[in-house]
């Protein structure tokens, strides 16, 4: 297994459009976490799954925003009627349950630029 | 509520230089745990040390050591004899018994340009 993926790497959009990424975990992990950062900050809380189940959603998540874990595996971040205020990188982290010794192991990201 | 410090936003070093990252965080909590973390240019955040709030024992791994102080809520890190490649942003961050999930607060972040 390499490591947490995050696809695409970079994405520039209108305003107005929408956008989805994907994050696919370490295969074994069972949790999912999704973190908004954007120029000059530390990283946000957006939301986490525990196997397909999304149990809890930050206030920064607006209507705008869902996400997704189907079968508890890759998840889906989509941003509707994108706002150049969305424009931030978005991070993908997974672990196990239980093991938090290594903390979580995180993606290299989705730098969204909304224009 | 949580929350972390990380009070200088850039640091400045001439390479083998020792440099240290200060992190002052809150929580109500008495279990809790403390976190550092490299980002790199490239965007992916480097897991580096985890600490428990029972562990007070400083460590030292390589050119990296950690000073946990619970007195002062303080969680500091140094890099010895500084590289280039240590060049990059460090992140500390909490996560305490009531977040769920686990979920991690970060600090600002510290810069550290390592100049040769």
């Known amino acids: 297994d390499t490591g947490v993926s995050q696809d695409p790497r970079h994405k520039i959009t209108k305003r107005g459009q929408n956008v989805t990424f994907r994050c696919d975990p370490i295969?074994?992990?069972?949790?999912l976490y999704w973190y908004r950062q954007t120029l000059g900050q530390g990283p946000e809380f957006l939301t986490y799954?525990?196997?397909?189940?999304?149990?809890?959603k930050s206030r920064l998540l607006s209507d705008r925003f869902s996400a997704e874990r189907p079968k508890g595996s890759f998840s889906t971040l989509e941003i509707q009627r994108t706002e150049q205020g969305d424009s931030a990188m978005y991070l993908c982290a997974s672990s196990l349950v239980g093991r938090g010794d290594d903390g979580y192991t995180f993606g290299s990201g989705t730098r969204l630029t909304v224009v | 509520a949580q929350k972390v410090t990380q009070a200088q936003t850039e640091i400045s070093v001439v390479e083998k230089e020792d440099v240290t990252l200060d992190c002052v965080y809150e929580t109500r909590d008495t279990t809790y745990y403390l976190f550092w973390y490299k980002q790199p240019p490239s965007g992916e955040l480097v897991f580096l040390i985890r600490?428990?709030?029972?562990?007070?024992q400083n460590e030292i791994s390589g050119r990296y050591s950690w000073n946990f102080q619970k007195s002062t809520s303080s969680f500091n890190f140094t890099i010895t004899a500084s590289q280039v490649v240590d060049s990059a942003v460090y992140f500390c961050a909490l996560s305490d018994s009531r977040a769920a999930g686990n979920k991690l607060t970060f600090g600002g972040g510290t810069r550290v340009l390592v100049k040769p």
């Open positions: 295969s074994e992990h069972n949790r």
């Open positions: 600490r428990n709030s029972f562990d007070e």
């Open positions: 799954f525990q196997n397909e189940a999304q149990l809890e």
